[in-house]
């Protein structure tokens, strides 16, 4: 692009800008309001024109077939971390190992988080004014908790058609679930599964529902299959998982900050279940209450949280991914939960640290998995501190720091039920991250 077009680009962008605010001014003129643009509502239209902008730069970046448009979005990702002690799995971290001998530290170079999604809009349906269409699909090449570093097998995030409008969203596919929808900002690949922060990816059937400027409302009926960490087999069951949220956004007390956001949500299920070893089935109930919270404090420091309590919660990536006990052939009880604060220096600088915390009931629990040997182990305890700091060099590339203070309760049960403790499992992890976004 030649010096002058440039030039003359920017130009027209500060006229179109300056006309603008002349016309709103003399609009205000001939009310009986104001005689001018007041700095709230001049700093108001400033940001708008920026997202417009934004918003244009974005849609030029898909390609389009007919009325369809398709954004391919993702990102190379690098993690390479340093462990005092082994954990569970190395290349990222769910819980600290059980202690008996001394672990080695450990290094581990994944690339395996590297991200690949596309986004489809497309137009509304008939007799839906103002309706549009999208559907998206993601993975990463993680598979599952114990895949070869170098045999990578690709994980499907999500896959979903999504129907809306500024209002209303229909949703049918796979994608977060609607509980607890917060999630720490964590270089950790797993952000907090078996830690204390609540909920998976499931398929769904979903609706949200906003009913005013305050109030909102999400409804999903959901698969309830899902691994459950522990020497028992789940199925399907009998009957969809149901989960709810009512969100309330309070108004900001400053036009620069952002609203405060309160939610309470929950499920309710069922799973089946066949013991191994064992070879009985049962059909075990599942359930939660949890608490989300964003308040912004400052306009560059946030303070999140979430808390949870509930019931047969391995499935929900929680109670240290033990949601029955195999011993008992019955439920484990659970709470937990995290909190954080982000610290936005600067636009291309971002600081988080936070503590997470899941406590499965101790009385709820006489062994929760089996080992070769007839060794039977399971964790009544799991908390990590985290602090990281984030760059980002351009649009596309970020750089983080991160440490995890990792420490694990663990306990032993032999066949007859009698529990002994197995200690503390403890490591130091530092993890060193490249992203590359697109």
């Keep these: 692009m030649s010096l002058l077009k440039k030039n003359v680009m920017c130009l027209s962008r500060f006229l179109s800008v300056v006309l603008c605010v002349l016309f709103a001014a003399g609009t205000a003129l001939g009310s009986d309001d104001s005689a001018y643009l007041t700095k709230t509502e001049f700093e108001a239209f400033i940001q708008q024109y920026h997202e417009n902008h934004q918003a244009k730069a974005a849609k030029k970046s898909a390609f389009y077939k007919g009325k369809f448009g398709f954004t391919p979005y993702g990102y190379f990702n690098l993690d390479a971390?340093?462990?005092?002690?082994?954990?569970?799995?190395?290349?990222?971290?769910?819980?600290?190992?059980?202690?008996?001998?001394?672990?080695d530290p450990g290094f581990s170079a994944d690339v395996k988080s590297t991200r690949l999604g596309m986004k489809i809009d497309g137009p509304g349906i008939s007799g839906w004014n103002g309706s549009k269409t999208e559907a998206v699909v993601e993975v990463d090449f993680q598979q599952g908790y114990h895949t070869s570093r170098n045999r990578a097998g690709l994980l499907l995030r999500k896959a979903y058609l999504a129907v809306y409008d500024n209002d209303t969203r229909?949703?049918?596919g796979q994608d977060w679930e609607v509980i607890s929808p917060l999630y720490p900002k964590l270089l950790n690949y797993t952000g907090g599964a078996g830690v204390g922060n609540i909920g998976y990816r499931r398929g769904?059937?979903?609706?949200?529902?906003?009913?005013?400027?305050?109030w909102a409302t999400q409804f999903a009926l959901c698969d309830n299959v899902y691994r459950d960490g522990t020497a028992v087999s789940p199925a399907s069951a009998r009957y969809p998982l149901i989960e709810g949220r009512v969100a309330y956004t309070f108004s900001?007390?400053?036009?620069?900050?952002?609203?405060?956001?309160?939610?309470?949500?929950?499920?309710?299920?069922?799973?089946?279940y066949t013991f191994a070893g064992i070879g009985n089935t049962k059909y075990l109930k599942t359930w939660s209450f949890n608490v989300d919270l964003d308040l912004p404090i400052t306009q560059k420091l946030t303070f999140q949280t979430e808390y949870f309590l509930g019931e047969n919660l391995g499935m929900m990536e929680v109670s240290a991914v033990q949601g029955v006990d195999w011993y008992?052939?019955?439920?484990?009880?659970?709470q937990g939960g995290w909190a954080a604060l982000?610290?936005?220096?600067?636009?291309?600088?971002?600081?988080?640290?936070?503590?997470?915390?899941?406590?499965?009931?101790?009385?709820?629990?006489v062994t929760a998995s089996t080992e070769s040997g007839g060794t039977f182990r399971s964790r009544n305890y799991n908390?990590?501190?985290?602090?990281?700091?984030?760059?980002?060099?351009?649009?596309?590339?970020?750089?983080?720091?991160e440490?995890?203070?990792?420490?694990?309760?663990?306990?032993?049960?032999?066949?007859?039920?009698?529990?002994?403790?197995?200690?503390?499992?403890?490591?130091?992890?530092?993890?060193?991250?490249?992203?590359?976004?697109?």
């Design 81 to 103: 971390s340093f462990e005092s002690d082994k954990t569970t799995t190395g290349d990222y971290t769910v819980w600290a190992n059980a202690p008996g001998k001394k672990e």
């Design 170 to 172: 229909f949703l049918a």
């Design 204 to 214: 769904m059937l979903r609706v949200d529902q906003k009913w005013t400027e305050h």
């Design 252 to 272: 900001p007390a400053h036009p620069r900050m952002q609203p405060i956001k309160l939610g309470l949500s929950g499920h309710i299920g069922e799973q089946r």
């Design 328 to 334: 008992r052939q019955n439920t484990i009880r659970a």
């Design 342 to 365: 982000t610290y936005q220096a600067t636009k291309k600088l971002q600081s988080n640290v936070g503590y997470m915390i899941d406590d499965p009931f101790n009385g709820d629990i």
């Design 383 to 401: 908390h990590v501190i985290f602090a990281n700091v984030m760059y980002n060099w351009s649009e596309a590339l970020m750089t983080g720091f």
């Design 403 to 438: 440490i995890n203070l990792w420490r694990t309760h663990w306990q032993q049960a032999d066949s007859s039920g009698v529990v002994e403790s197995l200690g503390v499992g403890e490591s130091q992890r530092y993890q060193f991250t490249v992203r590359y976004s697109f």
